[in-house]
């Protein structure tokens, strides 16, 4: 059975750029969390998407949106790109409550 | 008082010690946890979850959970310094969803 695979593997964009990263869940899970993680540092809890709702965001500014489609599948869109974006954005995907969640291998952006 | 709180380390200890790793949790997290383990630059992987007060053991590593002191902590034994790595945290809060939360992780270092 497939993991969570997210696309692209590496990224390198200008400052004032638009990304969109994508992630793929595990078959059967509904739920889709996305992070950050800039080097040296803890996750970042950016945003949660569960039966293609947006159920919680963290404290990030709107220029960090994100979307999940009908498939469950999931892409975090972020604007007006700034180099402190640079970091490891994480997906995880979730078969519903009190389960595991599950990471994908990260999306490596950096911004210069 | 943050979801789920770690100590962020370094925790030292020498090959072959047990390696005692320690998380509390507020009120509004329960039912469910987790622990991950995630070397530098890599993604978080699973390596137990636990539901139930009381000890579970898989290999070398044991999970403990006392949700009377709303703790939950992961020892492992016979520590290899392959073990070095940040260990997560994570629990589900009390909310509907459940939504999953992770402590900042505490660095485990395993020295020869």
């Known amino acids: 059975e497939a993991g969570v695979t997210q696309s692209p593997t590496h990224l390198i964009k200008t400052r004032g750029q638009q990304v969109t990263l994508r992630c793929s869940p595990i078959s059967g899970h509904t739920s889709v969390y996305w992070y950050q993680q800039a080097l040296g540092l803890g996750l970042q809890f950016l945003l949660w998407?569960?039966?293609?709702?947006?159920?919680n965001r963290g404290n990030f500014p709107p220029r960090f949106s994100g979307r999940q489609f009908p498939n469950y599948s999931s892409e975090l869109n972020v604007n007006a790109l700034e180099l402190e974006d640079s970091a490891l954005y994480l997906c995880a995907s979730r078969g519903g409550s009190y389960t595991e969640a599950f990471f994908g291998q990260g999306t490596r952006l950096t911004v210069v | 008082q943050k979801e789920v709180e770690q100590n962020s380390g370094p925790l030292s200890v020498p090959e072959g010690a047990i390696a005692s790793l320690n998380c509390t949790y507020s009120?509004?997290?329960?039912?469910?946890f987790f622990w991950y383990r995630q070397y530098s630059g890599k993604s978080p992987e699973l390596i137990m979850s636990i539901y139930s007060n009381g000890d579970k053991e898989d290999g070398r590593f044991t999970a403990q959970l006392n949700k009377a002191s709303q703790y939950v902590s992961l020892l492992i034994r016979d520590s290899q310094p392959s073990d070095s790595a940040t260990y997560l945290c994570a629990g589900g809060m009390n909310t509907g969803f459940q939504k999953l939360v992770f402590g900042t992780g505490t660095r485990l270092l395993v020295s020869p």
């Open positions: 998407y569960d039966e293609g709702e947006e159920r």
């Open positions: 009120d509004r997290v329960s039912q469910s």
